[in-house]
């Protein structure tokens, strides 16, 4: 059965770098981006890049200063504001070099004991600085705080296995979610390629991907984006 996609769908397409790259890692993978001359129209679509804190800034300077059509965002979010709370970034401080703020990833709810509680916090602390969440969940139970917009299914057996959910399954929790919850724009993550990413935006309900892996290369997330 082919999927009809509404005109006015516009797709998110983000990068979670993860713990992974150095200065001089991160800015030879802008330096492919800029010698294709990628272009994108803003219409459709929005490719954002989430790398680790220590890189922000710099990626900042050259994605202004090569005007590449990419956003920047943040992997996590203090539930803080500014005060004495070392080790933290505050939403005020991302602000600064970035758009959007990942919250929830199942990463950080296994291995820090994020609980439900301290992400709302982190959701309320992110909209008081003007960025937009990119909240995860692992399937349609889990709970989505107040204010979200931008919701990321990710199952847990999907995230850097291979093995992605089939693109039928995560439409269905996407149609869920946006019932459920009033959400504009679920995305899908896990596994995303730039051989399966069709599959999954094509769905009506899917508005874009989370990519892991393969945005840790410069021409897979490029063909990502392409394809998508």
């Not at 129209?41 to 710099?58: I, M, W």
């Amino acid at each position: 059965m082919d999927f009809i996609v509404p005109h006015m769908k516009k797709l998110f397409l983000i990068a979670n770098w993860k713990s992974y790259k150095t200065t001089p890692e991160a800015l030879r993978w802008l330096q492919t981006i800029n010698d294709s001359q990628l272009t994108i129209d803003s219409n459709n679509k929005e490719a954002v890049v989430c790398p680790p804190f220590t890189l922000l800034a710099q990626m900042n300077w050259f994605i202004k200063t090569n005007n590449l059509p990419i956003k920047l965002g943040a992997q996590d979010i203090s539930p803080f504001g500014e005060g004495a709370y070392t080790g933290e970034v505050n939403g005020k401080q991302i602000k600064e070099i970035a758009d959007y703020a990942i919250i929830g990833h199942s990463e950080r709810r296994n291995n820090f004991s994020e609980s439900d509680e301290l992400l709302d916090k982190k959701v309320q602390m992110a909209l008081q600085s003007g960025l937009t969440s990119v909240f995860c969940i692992q399937n349609e139970k889990t709970p989505v705080p107040q204010g979200v917009t931008v919701v990321a299914y990710e199952p847990v057996f999907a995230i850097g296995s291979g093995q992605p959910d089939t693109p039928e399954s995560a439409n269905r929790v996407a149609e869920t979610v946006k019932r459920e919850h009033q959400i504009p724009s679920v995305l899908y993550g896990g596994s995303v390629t730039g051989e399966n990413v069709h599959d999954f935006t094509q769905m009506p309900s899917i508005d874009g991907v989370l990519v892991g892996g393969a945005s840790l290369d410069a021409k897979k997330f490029m063909r990502i984006i392409e394809n998508s």
